[in-house]
């Protein structure tokens, strides 16, 4: 697949395939938790939001939908979870 040709899984956090539990995304794609280790929670939500984006976004491109819909995609806004959630480190 071409999407593979992108993708480095020893680049992947260890702790996300360790888990156990799972998020289903928007089409149905099923991925690991996020789990944290930022105490601030602003971070950590915004840390959370982000990956939940950036995986919608893989799985879109793993199933093929990102590129049966290239001229109507709908990418996600992860501008709105680094501004709207502050810069509280």
Not at 63 to 82: A, F, K, M, Q, T
Request: aromatic fraction near 12%.
């Amino acid at each position: 697949e071409k999407v593979n040709e992108f993708i480095d899984v020893s680049l992947q956090h260890q702790h996300a395939r360790e888990s156990k539990e799972h998020v289903l995304g928007e089409r149905g794609c099923e991925f690991p938790v996020w789990s944290s280790e930022v105490r601030n929670a602003n971070n950590a939500k915004r840390e959370e939001k982000l990956y939940e984006a950036a995986m919608q976004i893989f799985c879109d491109l793993e199933s093929g939908y990102l590129y049966d819909h290239v001229d109507d995609y709908e990418w996600p806004n992860i501008v709105r979870y680094v501004n709207v959630m502050g810069d509280d480190n």
